[in-house]
């Protein structure tokens, strides 16, 4: 009996054992929006036109996004993003939240989604990190965020560092597929694939990246930004970006920032595309403020040929912040044109940040200025397909705009914040290339008050 008892201790403790060995921890981590948005002259089918039915509006909005991570060890984990939202149409209502009073969070359950599936693994004996699934990316930019991709998207990344100063990313990535169906027709030619090698080398005082993209782009699919129109669907175009960035701060307290970038494509006739982006920035932190200058300059299309010489963007994956209303900058769920990919435009950007008189109390104040870089023969031509949104979408060279945005952020507590953004656009376009006598072009204005729980 006591023999047996013994056999049955002994087999508990092993069985303990084997459980504590697979026992994986759950952290939960996340994020929770809510925002209140006055815009006036940017909701209506008419954008930017004066007197076009748009005399203001009100929205209020929330965003809730919630992570999981299974850590088994430090070798492997796997993360699940749950996010509670609803999206909308790209230039009218941009971003993912949900709106209040509408049935979309609580409704019919299509508006909980994962955002993020992915799983963490170190290659055994090695520092080498492999991540898979459906997972956040960014191509390296450091004086505006990424104008080609910041985002999510599906693709398995690999990280390697190579020594103390040279880490190596290759990763293959999926942003856009067909699902193919049994009861279906197959239809060929309906994904992207992309390749990116990228290195990250940094050392005091600099850091620099040069990185490529290329893959090939199935013409039945979707890819939107990657090639222009009018391409064969049987078959499929080669795309490519190139490009080298970094930053300089062996001069502290100052900063310096490049990028330069080079997307194009193999396709023929008005379906070719290339073009180019570069930017520069400074700024100098001082105990009460950061002042920065920074200004950026991406091709734009000739009046002599009907393919485009735009700078490409990853499905319209960037996150160009260079304003709070034409661009992506400070999205806050509020109202925005959202356009993520500066193609097509430049501009100068004079500003400060991280401005304290008081104790968990900031503030940033911008001024841009931006003008197109089509030329206007485009136009004229009716060479400019899918820009039916005129200037809010597709500037040239006789349109400019100025935008100025001021936003502080308030610490409540240690895990919510209060933030409150003004912006307002001052618009200058060619109402006679675009309106003819019809109309004329007016500003516009954003004010968000958002509060954001992190936790």
């Not at 595309?273 to 700024?283: D, I």
């Not at 356009?339 to 940040?353: I, S, Y």
């Amino acid at each position: 009996m006591k023999k047996l008892v013994t056999l049955l201790l002994a087999a508990g403790m092993v069985f303990s054992a084997a459980n504590g060995a697979s026992a994986v921890e759950m952290k939960v981590s996340g994020s929770w929006l809510t925002s209140f948005t006055f815009a006036d002259n940017l909701f209506n089918d008419n954008y930017l036109i004066e007197d076009a039915g748009s005399d203001g509006s009100f929205n209020a909005a929330q965003r809730i996004r919630i992570n999981f991570d299974m850590v088994a060890s430090e070798s492997l984990s796997g993360r699940v993003q749950l996010e509670a939202a609803n999206g909308g149409d790209k230039v009218k209502y941009p971003g993912q939240y949900h709106t209040w009073g509408t049935s979309s969070t609580g409704g019919t359950g299509k508006a909980v989604t994962a955002r993020l599936a992915y799983l963490d693994w170190m290659i055994p004996t090695t520092d080498v990190l492999v991540r898979m699934g459906r997972q956040s990316f960014t191509v390296p930019s450091y004086t505006f965020l990424s104008p080609v991709f910041d985002s999510v998207i599906d693709g398995v990344a690999i990280n390697a560092p190579i020594n103390d100063m040279v880490g190596l990313t290759v990763a293959w990535l999926r942003p856009d597929a067909t699902v193919n169906k049994w009861s279906e027709p197959h239809k060929a030619h309906t994904s992207v694939d992309l390749g990116y090698l990228g290195l990250d080398v940094a050392a005091d005082g600099f850091k620099v990246s040069p990185w490529v993209i290329a893959g090939l782009k199935g013409n039945a699919s979707a890819g939107s930004d990657m090639m222009g129109v009018g391409a064969d669907a049987d078959s499929r175009t080669t795309v490519y970006w190139v490009g080298i960035g970094g930053e300089l701060t062996m001069f502290d307290p100052f900063k310096f920032t490049a990028d330069f970038m080079y997307s194009g494509n193999d396709a023929d006739g008005a379906a070719e595309r290339q073009g180019w982006y570069a930017a520069l920035g400074a700024e100098m932190k001082t105990s009460f403020a950061t002042p920065f200058l920074r200004g950026w300059y991406a091709s734009g299309d000739d009046a002599d040929s009907k393919d485009s010489n735009r700078f490409m963007s990853i499905n319209g994956g960037g996150s160009f912040d260079a304003s709070s209303i034409y661009f992506d900058g400070n999205g806050l769920l509020g109202a925005t044109i959202d356009n993520c990919n500066p193609a097509g435009t430049w501009g100068v950007q004079l500003g400060v940040k991280q401005v304290s008189f008081v104790e968990d109390l900031t503030h940033a104040l911008s001024v841009t200025y931006f003008q197109g870089t089509n030329n206007t023969q485009r136009v004229v031509d009716g060479y400019a397909p899918a820009f039916e949104f005129g200037p809010a979408s597709y500037m040239t060279t006789s349109d400019s705009a100025w935008s100025i945005d001021f936003l502080s952020s308030y610490k409540l507590y240690q895990n919510l914040t209060a933030n409150l953004l003004l912006s307002y656009m001052i618009t200058d376009f060619d109402e006679k290339l675009w309106l003819g006598d019809q109309a004329d072009f007016d500003n516009a204005f954003r004010g968000t008050l958002n509060f954001t729980y992190a936790f």
